[in-house]
């Protein structure tokens, strides 16, 4: 299953750097990120003027900027509207959509079951830090309750949303998950996405040490295990299980994969049930059919 038909190209991983050298602090989990798409793009052999990189607003959608691609930097919540558009437009380039856990879930939350019950072709990494790291540490969506952020003295009073079992839910139909800081099975699961057909979701713990002291990298290698070897990734029910285990783990490695018509084969069909050209007249086709 290949989501797109561009051209291969050989180059290494760091060719994919742009001239705009990374801005996060030292130890942010997004440097494991960044490196693993580097190695996603090379094993790929994706040609940069091939590759469209959309983010919204926060520290990991800067993350667009240091990869050499075209890109779009939108607005805060809205990277996976403009990248289910740009898909449309282009189904035959990859889209790939970089943010954080306060930009998808909670600004963007709006958009995030679409894109995946719709199945727009397209991967969304989302790096978890379970904070609002660019506007100095709020607590997000995906924030644990014992973490304290300077507007939740005390703690939280939510539960955190859980971002794969949320995504099973909707319709993904590649969910993926993995710590920062194995960028080896970051940049698997990227890869694989992207050449995945249909909506491909990778969830990212990527540490904020800046401002979340209790997601540390210590505290996400103890949370993870990887998903057991003889787990079947067409077994939705099995991949529920897994994202809700009693123990609180989390697991870690491909989940589910399906094979389902995406929107622009919908959409390609549709155009072709009423006439075989995108320059249809609408309203003869709505005029025809009104009751
Ligand atoms: Fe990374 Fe946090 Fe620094 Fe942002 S504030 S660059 S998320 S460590
Ligand atoms: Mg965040």
Redesign the pocket.
Known sequence: MVSATFNKIEMKPKEYKSEIKPVWCPGCGHHGVLASVYRAMSELGIQPSDFINISGI???SRLPYFVKSYKMHTLHGRAGAVATGTQLARPDLPVVVSG????GFSIGGGHMPHMARKNVNMTYVL???????LTKGQS?PTSRREMKAYITPYGGVEEPLNPILYMLTYGATYVGQAFAGNPKMCAALIKGAIEHKGFAYVNIFSQ?PTFNKLDTAKFYRGLVEEVPEDHDTSDMENAMRLARRPDGKAPVGLLYQEDRQTLDEAMAGLVELVGGSADYDLKKIIDKNRP
């Open positions: 926060g520290c990991s954080g856990d306060g930009d790096m978890d830090n379970g904070i609002y790291g997000s904020c």
